[in-house]
């Protein structure tokens, strides 16, 4: 069974009711919080579709932080490398738009996902795993950014490297990934990337254009999510793409997540995983993000961060 290392934060997604900007009667704002967080998302996403995951993240011993830690370990996630903490969890308020897209206000001042040391991380190559995938906020916030590209140089002689950068604009500047990218995608195999995330760190460059820098760095898979216009990839410079599968829209939160599930997942049942993307074909791609694409759209039909268990997606 392929075995796939997560690195990241784990949040507790609090939901605002669907009130738009008005207070409700009476005042007050009633919460609905769920298990979340980028990294945290796609390790569950991969448990549940029968992938070996292994979750590297702080999770506090707080409230916050023990829903998110049953959340992970109910799911099936390896929790062995996991490292308990007295920070406090770090939270999203979340707003969700008439077409289910989240807005965020994030709390993640001095909070338990940001601070690991090396050697926590060296617990990454403990057990052997075939990748490694990271991203969204461990890539912009230090000091852990920093560590976690060490743990990543550390792995890679043995592991497929994948990121997604997952931008958040309401709390890290493009310029911050900008700057930041060239030191992560020298690292990576696999990127996988919305073409929301392209327009706000690179406003006015062609995908074309970004992908071709992207490639030349090293990255021989890049993805491109595009919501309900499907996804397109180039391997190599070679390019596929695939629909989107019709959903019956509830929101989007964690799609993204489980779209990169998906394609690790499939990337690894192919027996392509554990180097540099050894004899993927174009063709293989496509199969990879036609099942992405399909976690994706069952990740949308529910409420929240909740995706398919390999059983909901058989015939």
């Known amino acids: 069974m392929t075995a796939i290392a997560v690195i990241g934060e784990a949040v507790a997604d609090a939901f605002l009711p669907a009130t738009g900007d008005r207070a409700p009667a009476g005042g007050g704002f009633g919460l609905r919080v769920t298990p ?23 999770l506090s011993t707080g409230p916050l932080g023990r829903l ?11 929790l062995s490398a996991a490292v308990p903490t007295k920070r406090k969890a770090t939270l999203a308020v979340t707003a969700l738009d008439a077409e289910g897209r989240a807005d965020y206000d994030f ?27 990271t991203g969204s906020l461990a890539l912009a916030l230090d000091p852990g950014a920093a560590r976690i590209r060490a743990a990543l140089a550390a792995a890679r002689p043995h592991a497929t490297i994948c990121v997604d950068p997952n931008a958040r604009p309401g709390l890290i500047e493009a310029a911050a990934y900008r700057e930041g990218l060239p ?17 706000y760190i690179h406003p006015g460059e062609t995908p074309a254009a970004i992908g071709e820098r992207w490639h030349a760095m090293g990255v021989r898979l890049i993805v491109v999510t595009r919501g309900g216009n499907g996804a397109v990839a180039s ?8 629909p989107a599968v019709p959903a019956d829209m509830v929101d989007t939160v964690g799609a993204g997540d489980a779209f990169s599930a998906g394609l690790l997942h499939t990337l690894g049942r192919l027996g392509r995983l554990g180097g540099r993307l050894d004899g993927l074909t174009v063709a293989e791609v496509r199969e990879a993000l036609e099942f992405a694409a399909l976690v994706a759209a ?6 929240g961060a909740n995706p398919p268990w390999a059983k909901e997606l058989t015939p």
Do not use: M, Q
Not at 107 to 116: F, K, L, N
């Open 298 to 303: 069952r990740t949308c039909e529910t409420s």
């Open 107 to 133: 709390y993640v001042a001095e909070t338990a996902d940001w601070h690991w040391t090396p050697e926590e991380l060296a617990h990454l190559t403990d057990t052997p795993v075939d990748a490694v995938h």
């Open 235 to 242: 391997f190599d410079g070679e390019l596929t793409e695939v």
């Open 183 to 199: 030191r992560w995608l020298p690292l990576a195999d696999i990127v996988k990337v919305s073409d929301e995330d392209l327009a």
């Open 68 to 78: 998110l830690r049953a959340h992970l370990d109910e799911s099936g996630v390896d």
């Open 36 to 58: 979340g967080g980028s990294p945290a998302n796609t390790a569950v996403a991969l448990a549940r579709l029968g992938t070996r995951a292994r979750f590297l993240g702080r």
